[in-house]
């Protein structure tokens, strides 16, 4: 409470105060005659006799000055206000979520499905810690415990992923190509061929496993370089009498106009050929703005029937089947031989192209 007194001997009265316990608070002279200070509300009726003979100028409790400080003040609390029922609000969201412990398993992919679940970032969440424990148990077997704490607007997420043994099985190393074993390295694995032994593709060359000084296998993987003779074969035919389809010399044109690559109109023709072959193209018509054309030509075809004359087209056939031979070699360290033979059965000619090089079977 604060007292403003006017008259004299002011100071004996403050004496009087001081001498009977009374504090006094924020003491202030404003005038010869007139002070001012500040005592407790409980204090009033102890110093109300004291100061009957002076001229009290005004009172004011802190009880009576607390609406003049909210009405002074409105805009500041008004503010807090507002903050804390903005902070309470906010708090109830969601901002991070941290996951922690995981090995095989990936933290975006926990995240996705939190968010499939209802407890995504930046959204108010309502879902429990232990509820959150029970969403990732049931979508992941590989989670052996989980626990989910929430800091704030931080979720935090500790697991332990379930411990997987899987004994190893490696694949044996196998043959690539058809050939004659010529030289076998082996790093790891045991041979299951010699040399001299002919394979075919998909053969075993080599197993993966060693074999201990007890006889007992240990798996491993195999690794060595095996290397052979390879042989290459292809058979191209040419039967005498051969169905062909042939352009008949007739054609349709098909446009679909563009604007800015936006489709706006197909032209007219439209296709109805049995058989036809197309060919397309885009061509540019516009001169200021990029407006083009979608070109598709459709060709008739017809079947034609052809006799072929073997003495004439024998090259070709051979030529034909060593390219496609050749097309089909490995990478190899010394060409051996190419050879093809021509052979004509039931009116049809075979050409039979066998391509020899040394290099690694295996790789």
């Not at 002279?29 to 005004?58: G, H």
């Not at 690559?261 to 197309?278: D, P, V």
């Not at 459709?298 to 390219?323: A, C, G, N, Q, R």
Request: hydrophobic content about 40%; glycine content about 4%.
């Amino acid at each position: 409470m604060k007292i403003t007194l006017n008259g004299y001997d002011l100071d004996n009265l403050i004496k009087k105060l001081y001498l009977k316990h009374i504090p006094i608070y924020n003491l202030s002279r404003l005038s010869n005659k007139e002070i001012s200070f500040e005592i407790n509300d409980r204090d009033y009726k102890k110093v109300k006799r004291y100061v009957a003979n002076f001229k009290m100028v005004r009172t004011l409790s802190n009880i009576k000055r607390l609406p003049k400080l909210i009405a002074t003040n409105v805009g500041v609390l008004i503010g807090v206000f507002i903050g804390i029922i903005f902070s309470l609000f906010i708090s109830n969201y969601t901002w991070q979520i941290q996951v922690y412990g995981t090995e095989m398993l990936s933290t975006n992919d926990i995240i996705d499905v939190l968010a499939e679940n209802n407890v995504r970032i930046g959204k108010i969440n309502l879902v429990s810690s232990e509820e959150i424990e029970e969403i990732l148990l049931k979508n992941y077997d590989r989670i052996a415990q989980v626990s989910v704490i929430k800091q704030g607007t931080a979720i935090v997420i500790n697991l332990s992923e379930k411990l997987v043994y899987n004994e190893t099985e490696y694949a044996p190393i196998c043959a690539k190509f058809n050939g004659i074993i010529r030289n076998i390295n082996i790093v790891t694995g045991t041979t299951n061929v010699k040399v001299g032994d002919y394979v075919n593709v998909g053969d075993i060359l080599v197993l993966p496993f060693n074999l201990t000084a007890s006889g007992e296998k240990v798996s491993v993987e195999p690794i060595a370089e095996i290397k052979a003779d390879i042989f290459i074969v292809n058979v191209s035919e040419l039967p005498r009498v051969e169905t062909v389809l042939q352009r008949t010399g007739n054609s349709k044109i098909v446009y679909d106009y563009k604007l800015f690559n936006f489709h706006i109109f197909s032209g007219r023709g439209e296709n109805s050929f049995a058989l036809f072959e197309t060919v397309s193209y885009n061509e540019n018509i516009g001169i200021l703005l990029p407006f083009s054309r979608d070109v598709t030509i459709y060709y008739e075809l017809s079947p034609v029937e052809i006799t072929h004359d073997f003495s004439l087209e024998k090259d070709e056939l051979v030529e034909k089947s060593l390219i496609l031979a050749r097309s089909a070699l490995p990478a190899y360290e010394d060409m051996l031989y190419e050879r093809t033979d021509v052979r004509i059965y039931d009116d049809t000619m075979y050409a039979y192209s066998t391509i020899a090089v040394y290099g690694v079977i295996n790789g």
